[in-house]
């Protein structure tokens, strides 16, 4: 079993900043696979990063230079650093676990709202 705990979200003005947290328990692979999606109202679910063994990175066109991943080994928990916050950016973010190639867990999801 694994269970993944989202927090960090909340609302924030645009040109602000945010840092989400994901903070993962139970039979988990520390240098495993874990990433970020968002879903905002109408849309797919769409990945915005994600981070593989020890510092791999990859992001969403959309959110490259203002979003920064990363992961601390020692608490299994990876974080999303927000800057630079557009409206656009306003969506349920869901952190994820990649336990193998044909299962993924995901966490119950956090709102953040971009608006003035």
């Known amino acids: 079993q694994v269970q993944l705990v989202e927090s960090g979200g909340g609302l924030v003005q645009p040109g602000g900043s945010l840092r989400l947290s994901c903070a993962a328990s139970g039979s988990i692979f520390r240098f495993g696979t874990m990433s970020w999606y968002r879903q905002a109202p109408g849309k797919e679910r769409e990945l915005v990063a994600s981070i593989a063994g020890i510092s791999g990175t990859n992001y969403a066109d959309s959110v490259k230079g203002r979003f920064t991943i990363s992961r601390d080994f020692t608490k299994n928990t990876i974080y999303l650093q927000m800057t630079s916050l557009k409206a656009e950016d306003t969506a349920v973010y869901y952190c994820?676990?990649?336990?193998?190639?044909?299962?993924?867990?995901w966490g119950q999801g956090t709102q953040v709202t971009v608006s003035s």
């Open positions: 994820s676990y990649d336990a193998s190639r044909d299962q993924r867990y």
